[in-house]
């Protein structure tokens, strides 16, 4: 599967869908994304290829880690994204693959942040924080 940006100048290959979908509703996805939440299909850097290039923003968590969000640089669509706590996987933005038909969520963290209208399926895992 190919994920790309808007313009298509930063893309990721995947070799499947991945079965760990991650939405969070934490102010920082809300923003950065300009969505209600964020969500992230998880996937170990090996079986990745990245074309094309991509600035990087670097911001601490809360627990005293980082997570990179990397963007295109002409469209600024974020792509893909790296928490220091997992630093061998990489997160692929999933709206960045445009398949309806892509796994649904398996988490959902930063739930005290979740728009009211918003409903992730009941048998994913929810958390009113992040994952502890
Ligand atoms: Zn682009
Ligand atoms: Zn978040």
Known sequence: ????CQCGQLAVT??????TVVACHCSYCQ???G????????YPDDVL???GEATKYERPTETG????TFFCPV???TVYARASKHPTMLGIAVGAFNDASFPAPVRSVWEQGKHHWVSIPG??????????
């Open 14 to 19: 995947t070799p499947g869908p991945s079965s």
């Open 1 to 4: 599967m190919e994920a790309k």
């Open 123 to 132: 048998h994913a895992q929810h958390f009113p924080k992040g994952r502890s």
């Open 49 to 51: 290829a990245i074309i």
């Open 75 to 77: 469209c600024g669509s």
């Open 35 to 42: 969505s209600p939440f964020g969500v992230f299909a998880y």
């Open 31 to 33: 923003r950065r994304s």
């Open 65 to 68: 880690g980082t997570f990179e």
